[in-house]
C-alpha cells in the first residue's frame, strides 16, 4: 500500500496544457493510463471508451498514457513504489475476481519521490 511519510507533499495544479507543481514536494501519488501495449486487448477497449467520454465530455484534445519510465522522465522523480489494478483489487477483497494478471488492468498508480544524488 502506497504511504506517505513525508510532510512535504506535492500540489498539481492543471490548467489548459501546463502543469504547475510546489517546489518543495517531496513525494508525489500518480495515477495514470497504461500504455496500450501493457494492457489486454479485450480491457484496452473498456479504457478507450471510458476515456475517450472523459476527452469528449472535457474537450481534452487527447488522454496521454503513460509507463514508470515516461514518469520518471516527465516530473524528473523516481518511482519508489507501485500499485497495480490487480493488487488494489486483491488487498481490498482478498481475491482477483475482476483483474487477474498485471494486463487486465488499465490505470496503475505509483508514488514518486526525488531522485538520489
Given at each position: 500500500m502506497l504511504k506517505l511519510s513525508s510532510t512535504?507533499?506535492?500540489?498539481?495544479?492543471?490548467?489548459?496544457?501546463?502543469?504547475?507543481?510546489?517546489?518543495?514536494a517531496k513525494r508525489m501519488v500518480f495515477e495514470f493510463l497504461k500504455q496500450i501495449e501493457d494492457i489486454d486487448s479485450e480491457r484496452?477497449?473498456?479504457?478507450?471508451?471510458?476515456?475517450?467520454?472523459i476527452s469528449n465530455q472535457c474537450n481534452c484534445p487527447e488522454i496521454v498514457h503513460y509507463n514508470y519510465s515516461k514518469i520518471e522522465r516527465l516530473y524528473n522523480l523516481q518511482v519508489l513504489e507501485k500499485e497495480s489494478m490487480r493488487n488494489l483489487e486483491l488487498k481490498r477483497t482478498k481475491k482477483n475476481k475482476y483483474f487477474q494478471n498485471e494486463k487486465s488492468g488499465w490505470i496503475d498508480i505509483c508514488l514518486l519521490g526525488r531522485k538520489l544524488r
Open positions: 512535504s507533499a506535492l500540489v498539481l495544479l492543471w490548467a489548459k496544457d501546463k502543469c504547475y507543481k510546489s517546489k518543495n484496452a477497449i473498456i479504457a478507450d471508451k471510458v476515456f475517450g467520454l
